[in-house]
Each structure stands twice: as C-alpha cells, then as structure tokens.
C-alpha cells in the first residue's frame, strides 16, 4: 500500500488535521481517524455537477460567460453560500459582491453568525479547541449535541482527551454538562448534569442561572427543582477553565434578545474563568464573516451600495429570497435542502447560478451551473476553525477543472 | 359486500412542535447523494417520545402527515429510545421538515426549531422529492 497523506478535514468545522489518506492513482483507496461526516467528504459525492445552461450540457466558458451576463444585467444580485469555499474564494467573492454593487450572505445568516459577531467585536470571551483540550475541567454543551454534528468534538478536544492540566480525563478532571430540551446523544455522558429545559427557555434558564451564581433563588415559570440550578451554579463557580459550547438549540432560542449571552459570561466571570465556543458547522462558516469582517467590518448579510457596504435583515439571504434579488448565484451551498421551502422555492422564479462541485436539489432549478473543484480536496488554501484559528488546507489530489475562487474571477473578468 | 366505513373516517389530527436537529448518519448519506434512498430514508421521518405515540394511536415505523401553515408532507413516524417532553417531534434538517418551516423571518433566521403543526396517521406514501420542489 502506498505512504498516506496526513490531511485536514472538511467535512465540518472541527478541521481535524490528523486524517490519514491513501491515495493510489489519483483515486482514494482508504481512510483512517476520519469520522462519517469525514469519510463522507472525503470519497466524494456520487453525481457530479455538469456545465450547464437552462439545464443543457454546455462547455464550461459558455456557463461562466452565461453566469456573467445574468449578474450584470440584474439591478439586485445576491451572491450567497460560501461557507464551503476556501477563504481564497471567499474573499474573491466579497470582490464580486463590491464590483457588482450587489448583496452577499452566508449560511451562517441563519446559523452561527449572531455568535460569531459577538466573539469578533470582543463583547464575549472565546478560545481555542487546544485550550480546551488541555486546560478545561467544566464544559457545557448548551442547546448543542457535536455527537450528531460534530462526531470527533469530545474525543479531540472537549471531554475524553487527557490535556496538560487534565492528565486524568474525563474519568475524575473533567465535567460534562448538557443543557438540552432533549436528552442527545452528547447528553449522556453528562452523568446527572443533564438539564432539561422548555423548548425556547434557554433565557429563562440562563436568568435562573444567573440567580444562583448571585445567590439569589433562582425562580422558573414552570416545576423545576431549584436545587439542581444551585448546584448546577456551584459547578460553575468551581470551574478553573469552563468552556460553554454554544449549539442553534441555544442560539436560536435566545435571538432575539441576544445581549444576554454576554451579560451571562459576565455574571460567570465574576466567579470563574469561562470561555465561550460557537458550533459553527460548515468547515469555513467562520472564515466567511472573519473575511467579511476585515473588508467591511459586518460579518454577514452585507449590501454594496452607492454609500459603501450596509448590513441589516434586509440584506439577509432570506429576506433577499423573499422581495429582494432578481438574480441570484450560489456558491457551495444548496438553498433548496437547507431553507424554508416557502422562501427558497423562490429561486425557480428568477436567474440562479449554481456554482458547486455536486450535483444537488439547487442544481434542478438552476439557469446556469459551473461545476468546481472540491475545496479541501480538489482545491487547497486557508479556512477558518470554528474557534478562530486559520488553518491550512491542502489539496488531496490535482484535478483539471477550476476552483470556485478561479470561476468567480472568471466572472469578474467579464462583468469588469 | 361489506362497506369499509374506514376510508371514510378522518383520523385524528394532534398538535405537535417540530425541533430539527442534525444526525451524523443522515448528513453523510445525504453528502454522498442527496437524491438516494438513504437520504431520504433518514430524513423523511419524525422521532416521538413512546407514550405520545400510544396517545395518538401511532405505531413505529407508520406514514404520519405534518401539516403546517406553510406545507404539508408525509414522513415515517419513529420512537424515540428516550422519554421526550410532551408534544413534541424531533427532525433531521433537511428538505422534508424544511416544507414546514414557516417563511416569516423578522430576524433573518427561520424558525427551525419552533414548528407548529397537525400530526395525524397518513395512508400515503412518503412525500418524494420532486413533489415537494413543485418540479
């Protein structure tokens, strides 16, 4: 058997760098430390994407000059995806978006970016997967079950490792806690720290939380036993270096009053030394809004106007879908599995250009579609972890097609 | 011949929140080929805690319709192996549980784990693909 190449994953945003591929005539032939989701990624999609126009096999040029003509000729394009690109291409997109005067989103509009936006503009404490693994005796996995999303979260990083300052483990240095309203998967290793809550009572819960680390009663609208809050709040106070998970069940739950994320680290750090990680999903979620960011000081959801780039719910992917767009060109993602389909069904009703290595749901609809390499595999460059840290991704294999970075500057080629 | 009065007979409708969640199994399948058996299969279903089941007459592994304001689709009905709180049901993100998501989005986030909607035993088949995308 040939020498294995030591890679970095992209099947999710843990980015794990210790995957072990066999490569023998350009082909996969085997897989080791890889997770499902890994593997997954790893041997590739079954249907590729096809260059296409209205649904007819064209050469790749024609689809490129197609996707062209649609976006310059649309008063309101939307670029959207971008969270399985390389930051390579994301940053080539954000270029698009500005040439174009159009609106650009991610997946993340409807996923972590709320949370993301508060660990960059320095309002919540964060740190790095490594600090956990070897310094985190408390983590708390809030609204959030990485056994289902993020299968190697506990045995890299979070609760099974032995780190530095936890030579023993999880077996007597580490706590687990689940604050769910069901009991995942993750939730049972908790070992009586399983909190079940009210679907959307995580800030009910929060407050009552609050109250017990002030040490004050903490009081609940329905039967619960505030002891357990109590000692739940003892827990945490004890804790030398906690860790919150922050999962969609908790993000979702408490948007709409969101400020109270940093109010509860607050309160937490009076007492103890906590840190908050988002559950980001997709393996360069992060790096879209970090990108973004750095061009235009918003993480998502950003309009190019003649006053320079704006962000509100306006601009979000959704709202875009709903009374926004005439003209819409999706990179690595596919609206039609992942959105509402009152809102995504929209997309059969105006110029959509698909640019994907996959064939998928969105590829049915779409007027154009550019296949691209697969980024992580086919395509190399930098991502962002879903803790902030850049990390390098190497490709697995040369292809001959483009990248989605060199089919976006193709399309900026013809519309500049 | 005997008339089967059966078919004639609207099987109870009952109010259910539907909360996605992701599942390894399901998000492997479906990253192979989103168009599989496989994919749909793991997604095109509804976890119930066990008594809520027998409450509502449904047995493991049946056709249950889900109706919401925004779309209706039929799913397989499965028990889940832990008692879950009253009310509610548990699906995979994807396609089928997106046709009930509703589509008012005031912050720019769909409501994927507050869905409400009607559950009642279904005699159809699972929703396909190309039904629910309107192709």
Same mark, same amino acid.
């Given at each position: 058997m040939t020498e294995p190449i030591t890679w970095t994953c992209t099947g999710c945003a843990l980015l794990c760098e210790d995957i072990q591929v066999y490569i023998k005539d350009n082909r996969v032939e085997k897989v080791e430390h890889a997770c499902l989701k890994g593997k997954a990624r790893v041997y590739g999609c079954k249907h590729t994407a096809m260059s296409t126009v209205d649904q007819g096999e064209v050469d790749v040029n024609n689809a490129i000059s197609q996707a062209a003509k649609i976006l310059e000729k649309a008063k309101n394009p939307l670029l959207y995806g971008?969270?399985?690109?390389t930051s390579e291409a994301q940053v080539a997109g954000i270029e698009l978006a500005q040439t174009l005067g159009a609106c650009i989103d991610s997946t993340s509009s409807f996923c972590q970016g709320i949370t993301i936006n508060e660990i960059i503009n320095g309002n919540v404490p964060s740190c790095t997967l490594e600090d956990v693994r070897e310094k985190a005796d408390v983590v708390v996995y809030w609204g959030a079950d990485p056994m289902s999303s993020h299968p190697r979260h506990l045995s890299r990083y979070s609760y099974f490792p032995r780190g530095e300052l936890r030579?023993?483990?999880? !077996? !007597?240095?580490r706590t687990a806690i689940c604050i769910d309203v069901t009991q995942s998967r993750t939730a049972k290793i908790s070992k009586g720290m399983f909190f079940s809550i009210l679907p959307g009572g995580d800030a009910e819960f929060m407050r009552a939380l609050m109250d017990g680390l002030a040490g004050r009663v903490p009081k609940l609208s329905y039967d619960f036993d505030v002891k357990r809050i109590l000692e739940l709040a003892a827990v945490l106070k004890k804790a030398e270096f906690g860790v919150i998970f922050a999962g969609l069940g908790l993000v979702y739950s408490i948007k709409e009053e969101f400020d109270l994320i940093s109010e509860f680290m607050n309160t937490l750090n009076r007492f103890s030394n906590f840190f908050l990680i988002p559950m980001a999903g997709h393996f360069n979620m992060r790096g879209f809004n970090h990108n973004l960011h750095e061009e235009t000081g918003y993480i998502h959801r950003v309009g190019f106007t003649k006053n320079g780039p704006v962000s509100s719910v306006e601009y979000s992917v959704v709202e875009q879908l709903k009374h926004g767009a005439d003209a819409v060109m999706v990179v690595g993602s596919d609206p039609l599995a992942s959105l509402p389909l009152s809102i995504s069904r929209r997309l059969k009703d105006i110029p959509l250009i698909l640019v994907d290595p996959c064939s998928n749901l969105t590829t049915r609809v779409a007027d154009v579609t550019i296949p691209c390499g697969v980024s992580g595999i086919e395509v190399g460059g930098t991502a962002i972890r879903l803790d902030g840290k850049k990390m390098d991704i190497s490709p697995l294999m040369q292809v001959d097609g483009l990248s989605d970075e060199m089919i976006v500057r193709r399309i900026m080629e013809e519309v500049s | 011949m005997a008339l089967d009065v059966s078919k004639f007979i609207k099987a109870p409708e009952y109010d259910i929140k539907i909360i996605t969640r992701r599942d390894v199994f399901q998000a492997s399948a479906c990253e192979e080929d989103r168009f599989s058996d496989e994919c749909m299969e793991l997604s095109a279903l509804i976890v119930l805690d066990a008594a809520e089941m027998k409450r509502m007459g449904i047995q493991e592994g049946i056709n249950v319709r889900l109706t919401s304001k925004w779309g209706s689709v039929v799913v397989r009905a499965r028990v889940s192996p832990r008692e879950e709180q009253k009310g509610l049901g548990f699906m995979i993100n994807g396609l089928w549980v997106n046709a009930l998501v509703p589509d008012e989005t005031p912050d720019g986030i769909p409501a994927f784990k507050d869905i409400k909607a009607k559950i009642t035993i279904s /005699?159809? /088949?699972?929703?396909?693909i190309q039904e629910l995308l309107l192709l």
């Open positions: 971008w969270s399985n690109s030579q023993r483990g999880y !077996e !007597e240095d | /005699k159809d /088949k699972i929703t396909g």
